[in-house]
C-alpha cells in the first residue's frame, strides 16, 4: 500500500513539475508573439465574392498596393514610422486599388483602413506569423464577402522581396525569427492559438 501511496505522489509531482514546465514555456512563447505582432504591419484584402474572377481581382489589387507601399517604406525601419506613413497616404493606396478594380472593368468601391484585428495562425510562403491582434491595411473590394488575402506590408515582403526571412531579421530578434520559419513551431502555434481564443473569449464576457 505505502508502495502505491509513493508511486502515486511521484507520478503527481512529475505531472505538476510537466505542467509548471509548459506553462513557463508558454509565458516565453506569449512574450515572443506578442513583439512579433507588434513589430509587423499586414495587408488585408477581401475581395468582393469567392467567384474566380473576384479573387483574381484580389491578387491585382494586392499587387499594386503592395509595390506602392512598398516604395513608401525605403529606409523606414521602425513600425511606428510605417504606421505613420501609411495613416498619411491611406486616400493614395485606396485610390491606386479603385484604379485596378476600374482597369479590369469592374466598378466595385473600394475602402482603406488601418485596423488593429484579430489574426488566427497564418502561413505565407515560408513564414508562419502566431495568432494575436495585428495592425494592418484593409482593403475591402465591393462587399468584401469573399475570401481575403493576407500578407507582411512591413517590412515589405508581400511582392518582391527575394529574401523574406532577411527582411523580418530587420524588425525581429533570431529567436523570434526562428519562431516564425520554423516547422518544428508548429504544433505549438496550434496551441497558442487555442490558448488565444481562451484568453479573447473570457476577455468578451467582461
Same mark, same amino acid.
Given at each position: 500500500m505505502k508502495n502505491i501511496n509513493t508511486k502515486a505522489l511521484i507520478l503527481k509531482s512529475v505531472s505538476i513539475g510537466f505542467v509548471l514546465c509548459f506553462l513557463f514555456s508558454m509565458l516565453d512563447f506569449d512574450a515572443k508573439s506578442n513583439n512579433i505582432s507588434d513589430s509587423i504591419l499586414r495587408l488585408h484584402i477581401l475581395a468582393n465574392s469567392d467567384s474566380a474572377e473576384d479573387q483574381n481581382l484580389k491578387l491585382a489589387? #494586392? &499587387?499594386?498596393?503592395?509595390?506602392?507601399?512598398?516604395? /513608401?517604406?525605403a529606409d523606414v525601419s521602425e513600425k511606428s514610422r510605417a504606421k505613420k506613413i501609411i495613416s498619411q497616404h491611406m486616400n493614395e493606396i485606396v485610390e491606386i486599388a479603385r484604379k485596378e478594380v476600374?482597369?479590369? *472593368?469592374? =466598378?466595385? &468601391?473600394?475602402? *482603406?483602413? /488601418?485596423?488593429?484585428?484579430?489574426? %488566427?495562425? #497564418? %502561413?505565407?510562403?515560408?513564414? %508562419? /506569423? +502566431?495568432? *494575436?491582434?495585428? =495592425?494592418?491595411? #484593409?482593403? %475591402?473590394? !465591393?462587399?468584401?464577402? !469573399?475570401?481575403?488575402?493576407?500578407?507582411?506590408?512591413? +517590412? +515589405?515582403?508581400?511582392? !518582391?522581396?527575394c529574401d523574406k526571412i532577411g527582411e523580418l531579421s530587420d524588425v525581429l530578434d533570431p529567436d523570434e525569427v526562428n519562431m516564425v520559419? =520554423?516547422?518544428k513551431y508548429c504544433c505549438k502555434f496550434k496551441i497558442y492559438e487555442v490558448y488565444q481564443n481562451f484568453v479573447n473569449k473570457i476577455d468578451k464576457e467582461e
Open positions: 489589387v #494586392r &499587387d499594386e498596393v503592395s509595390k506602392y507601399c512598398s516604395s /513608401l517604406f476600374y482597369n479590369k *472593368g469592374y =466598378d466595385y &468601391d473600394v475602402k *482603406g483602413e /488601418l485596423v488593429n484585428m484579430y489574426f %488566427t495562425n #497564418r %502561413t505565407y510562403e515560408n513564414i %508562419t /506569423l +502566431p495568432a *494575436g491582434f495585428y =495592425d494592418a491595411v #484593409r482593403i %475591402t473590394v !465591393g462587399s468584401g464577402n !469573399g475570401h481575403n488575402w493576407w500578407c507582411v506590408m512591413f +517590412p +515589405p515582403i508581400c511582392v !518582391g522581396a520559419s =520554423d516547422n
